[in-house]
């Protein structure tokens, strides 16, 4: 069973493009979650999503940032119109249920230049 | 969400038990008493969970406080691998206070001398 997949593991990208952040979940996992943290900052809880539903977005920035998990294919982080502040690791995790363990991916890094 | 409160930073030695505490006062009944640790560079990795009863695994034990309101993490014998931060997170289901996402504090850091 392959761990959470998050791609790319690097992403560089201008100002005022769009970077989409792509994470894979755990086979039999219904549960994502995305992670932010800046450099040397602690992990912030963005957003979590169970299979096409939001269930807390209460850490997603107003504007801007998007995400989504739909019926089929891998849970997206959609960032418009990047701002050198969104240089950030970015880390998507999956659970089979809310009370579980949860399981990390290594992660994206983006850099805005 | 339901606070815990951690040392800041640790050390051990190579080869020794560490005892990593948690105080978790405000848990509610509902609430999982999750341990990850960040490698530096890497994603979180989850270590171990628990609800009342004291919990084993490959990686570490977990000692759960009779009241639950504090707990501690033990690495039986630390290895250099070991050095990270280790978070300390209450986890609960539908109608807990700390359902579905999992709020990192600022962790405690453990550095292991050789």
């Known amino acids: 069973n392959a761990g959470v997949m998050q791609n790319p593991r690097h992403l560089v990208r201008r100002r005022g493009q769009e970077a989409r952040l792509r994470c894979s979940p755990m086979?039999?996992?219904?549960?994502v979650y995305w992670y932010r943290q800046l450099p040397e900052e602690g992990l912030k809880f963005m957003v979590y999503l169970q299979k096409e539903n939001i269930i807390d977005e209460s850490g997603m920035p107003k504007e801007r940032f998007s995400a989504e998990f739909p019926k089929e294919g891998p849970s997206i982080l959609r960032i418009q119109q990047v701002v050198r502040g969104d240089s950030a690791a970015y880390f998507c995790?999956?659970?089979?249920?809310?009370?579980?363990?949860?399981?990390f991916g290594q992660g994206t890094r983006l850099t805005v230049v | 969400d339901a606070k815990t409160t951690q040392p800041n930073s640790m050390e051990s030695n190579e080869e020794e038990p560490v005892h990593l505490p948690c105080n978790h006062s405000t848990i509610s009944g509902t609430d999982y008493i999750h341990w990850y640790r960040q490698l530096p560079s890497q994603g979180p990795e989850y270590v171990i969970h628990?609800?009342?009863s004291n919990v084993n695994n490959r990686m570490a034990s977990l000692a759960i406080a009779e009241d639950r309101k504090s707990s501690t993490l033990i690495l039986h014998r630390a290895t250099l691998r070991d050095a990270a931060v280790y978070y300390c997170i209450l986890r609960g289901n539908a109608g807990g206070t700390s359902y579905g996402k999992l709020t990192f504090g600022q962790g405690t850091i453990l550095t292991v001398h050789p």
């Open positions: 628990g609800l009342t």
């Open positions: 086979k039999g996992h219904s549960h």
């Open positions: 995790a999956s659970s089979p249920v809310t009370d579980s363990e949860a399981f």
